[in-house]
């Protein structure tokens, strides 16, 4: 008779219970939001006591600051409770870097409220399309400034961007490591940090050499705004170039192409999106400069297409004079001086949404 063994029992598999899931000890996602919102109203009545109680007007920057003082200290201690101290520590990052970047908006948004509403009301007709030739009090218009900014900052930029895309090729692509190169980045890292108004006192003494003192013309705010552009147009550039992969300048070189025409054809169109971003930071950097500009293109009151003869008014020394040199009535000055500052704002928007434009129509295509 023969006897039937039955198997062993497999082992139970260890139970697991649900709090060793990852899921668990969350926060739900409205949580942070709610408890922003109610510290905001305890730290906004809290204020309005102390408000009542000394007599003084509400402090919204108090008010602000005590909201995120006691929103990171409880979402730190409810995270820990709730989720651990290594997701407490990552709300409590996350909390600082978000309070960063809206103090950084404040003054942003600041500036450009209060430019849009004091600028928006000295915009008309007459102010679009004539001068300040013979008016004194109100009336008058920009007309004059808005050619001669564009005029000395088109001209800096053809005297600007060759030299500065050539001398970044040079760096990244000839001069790798030997001691002109690094010569040449020393140079332009110091000239990088100069202030503006040595760069209108050199352009000044330059011409007074040759033409005598006294002398006044849009080429020489056109080259104090070059000395200015040309660190900024070969630092970015160069950092564009840099970032092209060498496979595609050896791919080129391995079909028998010259190194010029690898540059030409490959590298430049590779970065031709970070240097177009670069050259359009340059030109922002250069067009609301007023020191130089005073210097070298001075002060006048009618208009001038020609940049080697007579003086030539901008839209920064516009504001600056118009505010500086109230008459009557003064309201009408402060205005005309609003609206220039508000009307570089735009030039400067219309010229990075340009450049973000050119970038994507000739930057590379990615795709099959």
């Known amino acids: 008779m023969t006897t039937i063994q039955t ?107 209060t430019v849009v509403v004091n600028g928006v009301a000295a915009f008309s007709a007459e102010f679009f399309t004539s001068s300040m030739r013979n008016v004194v009090g109100e009336g008058g218009g920009i007309l004059h400034a808005i050619v001669g900014t564009l005029l000395i900052t088109l001209a800096a930029a053809v005297i600007s961007i060759p030299i500065g895309i050539f001398t970044a090729i040079y760096l990244v692509e000839y001069g790798a490591g030997n001691r002109l190169a690094r010569g040449i980045t020393f140079l332009v890292d110091v000239m990088t940090g100069i202030p503006s108004i040595v760069a209108g006192l050199f352009a000044y003494s330059l011409f007074a050499l040759f033409l005598g003192p006294g002398i006044r013309m849009g080429i020489m705010g056109s080259i104090a705004l070059s000395v200015l552009m040309i660190p900024v147009v070969v630092r970015s550039s160069e950092e564009m170039l840099r970032l092209v992969p060498n496979e595609l300048r050896e791919a080129s070189y391995a079909l028998g192409v010259p190194k010029w025409l690898t540059i030409a054809k490959v590298v430049l169109p590779t970065a031709i999106a970070g240097i177009t971003t670069g050259v359009m930071l340059s030109i922002s950097r250069v067009i609301g400069e007023t020191a130089p500009l005073l210097l070298t293109a001075g002060v006048a009151t009618s208009m001038n297409y020609n940049l080697f003869e007579g003086r030539m008014m901008t839209l920064p020394v516009f504001a600056y004079t118009q505010y500086m040199n109230q008459g009557i009535p003064p309201e009408a000055y402060i205005d005309r001086a609003w609206g220039a500052a508000l009307v570089l704002i735009i030039i400067v928007m219309v010229l990075n949404l340009v450049a973000r434009l050119v970038a994507k129509i000739f930057s590379p295509k990615l795709g099959r």
């Open 7 to 113: 198997p062993p029992l497999a082992p139970e598999a260890p139970s697991i219970t649900p709090s060793a899931r990852l899921t668990s000890g969350r926060l739900p996602r409205w949580a942070p939001w709610a408890l922003l919102a109610g510290t905001a109203a305890v730290a906004g009545l809290v204020m309005a006591m102390l408000t009542v109680a000394s007599g003084d007007e509400f402090s919204l920057a108090g008010w602000a600051i005590f909201t995120a003082i006691g929103y990171l200290i409880l979402i730190a201690v409810i995270s820990a409770i709730v989720e651990g101290r290594r997701k407490a520590v990552d709300r409590v990052v996350t909390g600082v870097v978000s309070i960063a970047f809206l103090i950084a908006m404040v003054p942003l948004v600041s500036v450009a409220y």
